[in-house]
């Protein structure tokens, strides 16, 4: 009954390949996050959707596309893996878009591009 | 330059010691939020603050948001293993959607 789940935890694979992340929240929230944590534990934002509408595009790669097929789900798709895109990606989930509501995280997903 | 500066980066005590991690920046932000990450496992709240000056306590821990809204504190009183972990801080800034995390503190509580 984990709250937000995301998969898989662990993601090995190729520069040049593409890959996807899937995540999941059962709370009921409205407002869904991509995070990026570099490997000095830096936390930032990437992209959020409210209602499946995109709401926040940070300065992240093309490559990087978020698809939110309805309010529970937000999946993240990477084209062309490079060596850079290697840390651990979190995916949250609010209330609200409010910037003060709780934000609760997934478990992350440790990428690693070789 | 990150606009959320904490400090110190590392710290290993004791069991038993009091310590205080800061949050600062020139910014000011609308609110602020402290969470704690474990190793393998995304970050959790532990308390938000809104108002300039507030104080919050929640059992050892007690947070501070400054009276000008621009920098926070951390302060945990008689140290135990169980608080070790990442702990970040974060801001919400009027007409931005998502929180700006700082650069984090490690802490490490030796038994």
């Known amino acids: 009954d984990t709250a937000v789940s995301q998969t898989p935890k662990y993601l090995v694979t190729q520069m040049g390949n593409d890959k996807s992340i899937k995540c999941e929240q059962n709370?009921?929230?409205?407002?869904m996050y991509w995070y990026k944590q570099d490997s000095k534990k830096f936390l930032k934002i990437m992209f959020s959707y409210n209602n499946k509408e995109l709401i926040i595009n940070e300065t992240v790669p093309n490559r990087f596309s978020p698809k939110s097929p309805d309010k529970a789900h937000l999946n993240l798709h990477i084209n062309s893996l490079e060596l850079g895109d290697s840390a651990v990606y979190f995916c949250?989930?609010?209330?609200?878009?409010?910037?003060?509501?709780?934000?609760?995280f997934g478990q992350g997903t440790r990428l690693t591009v070789v | 330059t990150q606009l959320l500066e904490q400090s110190p980066q590392f710290l290993s005590i004791q069991e038993g010691e009091n310590l205080t991690v800061y949050c600062n920046s020139s910014?000011?932000?609308?609110?602020l939020q402290w969470y704690r990450q474990e190793p393998g496992e995304g970050p959790v709240l532990l308390v938000t603050?809104?108002?300039?000056?507030e104080v919050k306590k929640l059992k050892r821990l007690t947070f501070q948001f400054g009276d000008a809204r621009k920098d926070s504190s951390l302060h945990i009183t008689a140290a135990q293993p169980g608080d070790t972990g990442l702990y970040l801080c974060?801001?919400?800034?009027?007409?931005?959607?998502?929180?700006?995390f700082g650069s984090g503190t490690r802490l490490q509580v030796q038994p």
């Open positions: 603050v809104v108002t300039g000056g």
């Open positions: 974060a801001g919400g800034r009027t007409g931005r959607r998502a929180l700006t």
């Open positions: 949250a989930s609010s209330r609200e878009r409010a910037v003060h509501t709780e934000a609760f």
């Open positions: 709370l009921g929230h409205d407002t």
């Open positions: 910014s000011v932000f609308s609110s």
